[in-house]
């Protein structure tokens, strides 16, 4: 049943979601201290509900990667969520996108395996490289937010489309590709996947992301990074972030 899946999938009743859901990867709660009046723990690591001026919404700790996201965002069918924004982080293409900034999606290329087991088809058209799209309201909800919160910092705002991948690796091998020929100004892991299975369920999605890496750059996740740009990242993320997804899904 729909509620056997929420539970043995966010591992908490149904009745424990709000109407309006953050979803992201692996970032501690903690980033939400500096906004939230209250944090309350519903499942251990996982599932929380935040109090954001006078509102409550639900952050859930999907885990990383399209299928174990891809899964949170069906269980949600099983709940009351009907709108959600996932945040996480960003790999940054383009010479003027540095470590910290603030990136809205509006389109993401399919690269996962997840998105092929959305179709009603058990052998669907192949869906790789296929654009997966943001709720547009919403979308545009969010960049409102971002905007205001990001000019009280100075922290530059991006735009654009992003590839989603399965392969952290792979992704060094084709990222010329992504840049010339799908126009991409970032590569992450999980919005295609979440784009199509909120659709497919009715609920409006959208997504504000944080540039943690410059791959072209020599500056990935795996070297080249300084500590002053992950120490202004991890800033911006409690100071600016954190306001701008709130403030998107409550529309405050």
Known sequence: SPDDVVRGTLRCEP?????KVVVMPNWSVDIFTHVATNITEIVQG?????????????????GIGAPQTGD??????????????FTGSVGGL???IQ????????QSFCGDGFSRYLDKEVSPGDCFLQPAEPDRDLTERIQTRAMETC?????????????ST??????FFRLDYLVNELQCIGVEMETAAVFRAAKLLGIRAGAL????????????????????????????????????????????
């Open 99 to 106: 470590i910290g900034d603030l990136l809205v999606v509006e």
């Open 209 to 252: 992301l944080q540039v943690s890496d410059l791959p072209q750059q020599g500056r990935s996740i795996y070297a080249g990074r300084t500590e002053e740009e992950m120490e202004l990242r991890r800033s911006i993320r409690k100071e600016v972030l954190a306001q701008a997804v709130l403030g998107s899904v409550l529309a405050l």
């Open 166 to 171: 399965d392969s952290i690796l792979a992704q």
């Open 15 to 19: 009745n424990t979601i709000r109407p």
């Open 72 to 85: 949170v965002i069906l269980a949600l069918a099983g709940t009351a969520c009907e709108e959600l924004v």
């Open 46 to 62: 996982s599932v929380y509900q935040l109090e954001y001026r006078g509102q409550l919404v639900s952050l859930v700790r999907s």
């Open 94 to 96: 383009g010479s003027d």
């Open 151 to 163: 000019g009280d910092r100075s922290v530059p705002l991006h735009r654009g489309a992003v590839f």
